[in-house]
């Protein structure tokens, strides 16, 4: 039943994980280009590959180095975006394994069970006293 679990848990955390969020929709911006123009552009992608879309189908993104947005070749974005999807995984699966490898469990488990005797008190609760108690009303 625990390996059931577990493999159900890392399942469901696993295929969570191979689906990024994607950016809210109708994000809308106008971007200054480095020509001096301003297109309407809306955000696309998820967090690991996120750019504006213009209307026209070109993508662009921010450059730090020319201060304002640039063209960007979408495939290749999403090329890298899956590449770093990709790496996550195999980390997240290295993980899962070297946790499954160090909870191997040899040997007897035992469990300590402690037997209270009240003096005042029997043991007299069997079925036919519990069933006949439910069915009187009285529990």
């Given amino acids: 039943m625990k390996r059931l679990i577990f493999t159900l ?5 696993c295929s969570a994980s191979m689906m990024a969020i994607p950016a809210k929709p109708g994000q809308w911006k106008m971007l200054k280009l480095a020509n001096g123009t301003e297109i309407r552009a809306e955000l696309v992608g998820d967090e690991l590959c996120h750019y504006w879309l213009a ?4 993508g662009y993104a921010w450059s730090a180095a020319q201060g304002c ?3 960007i070749d979408k495939e290749a974005a999403n090329k890298a975006a899956d590449q770093k999807r990709n790496a996550a ?14 909870d191997l469990y040899t040997g007897e488990k035992k469990g300590l069970i402690i037997l209270v005797e ?5 043991a007299t609760n069997t079925p036919e006293v519990k069933f006949s ?5 009285v529990l």
């Fill in 118 to 122: 009240f003096p005042k008190r029997t």
């Fill in 89 to 102: 995984n195999k980390r997240r699966m290295a993980k899962v394994t070297k946790a499954k490898a160090n």
């Fill in 69 to 71: 947005y640039v063209a």
């Fill in 9 to 13: 848990s890392t399942l469901m955390i």
């Fill in 55 to 58: 209307a026209d189908g070109k």
């Fill in 133 to 137: 108690r439910e069915s009187s009303g």
